[in-house]
């Protein structure tokens, strides 16, 4: 049977958008599906994902649910609602869910982390950036247990250390990179 296949995950919150820009831009084209919960209300989320396509390599899009999710492309939650992630055999969907916030956020990182635990565990490669508060630490910390490596950013370079800094104190964080370092290390890793 066909295991899982490679999977990024990346959330972020107060100044996310910026450093999710970043991230992304760092990338190759040929690079496995990614999946990206930024904290944002409705419509704003539409309007990021078109700016980051335009932006970017690789090419990104709101997440609708049933979306079959392809290399190279990057899906984001759209605004109050959870993006989660389904495997069947080697192919991965979105689940765009509303139902109740977790951490009072919807998207939340955790829900979407949780799922990826199930879906693609040690075949990920989770990214936790600048944010307040603690959504995406616990969802970290699982994914880490679960053979998945995982990338916090580093106080210097985050606009709140909030987010990042909960996982790292989980031990939910393999590696603590400041942002520029960031997909270097994830396309190191899933070259691996």
């Known amino acids: 049977p066909t295991g ?3 999977l990024v995950a990346i959330g972020a919150s107060t100044g996310g958008p910026e450093a999710i820009r970043q991230v992304l831009q760092g990338l190759p084209a040929q690079v496995p599906p990614i999946v990206i ?3 944002m209300p409705p419509v704003f989320t539409r309007s ?3 700016r980051l396509d335009r932006l970017c390599t690789v090419r990104v899009k709101e997440a609708e649910d049933g979306d079959l999710l392809e290399p190279g492309h990057a899906y984001i939650a759209p605004g109050d609602y959870h993006l989660q992630v389904t495997r ?3 192919q991965y969907r979105a689940r765009v869910v509303q139902t109740e916030p977790v951490n009072r956020h919807r998207p939340s990182v955790d829900a979407l982390f949780d799922s990826v635990v199930e879906a693609s565990g040690a075949a990920t490669v ?3 950036l600048t944010g307040m508060g603690a959504d995406g630490a616990r969802g970290m910390k699982r994914l880490r247990d ?3 490596h995982t990338i916090a950013q580093d106080e210097e370079t985050c606009v709140v250390f909030g987010m990042p800094r909960e996982a790292i104190q989980l031990g939910g964080a393999e590696f603590v990179l400041p942002l520029p370092q960031i997909a ?3 396309v190191e890793l899933l070259a691996a």
């Open 4 to 6: 899982p296949q490679r």
């Open 37 to 39: 919960v930024q904290h």
């Open 48 to 50: 990021f994902a078109e």
């Open 88 to 90: 069947n055999g080697s």
């Open 126 to 128: 989770a990214v936790l």
């Open 146 to 148: 679960a053979g998945a």
């Open 184 to 186: 270097h290390k994830v």
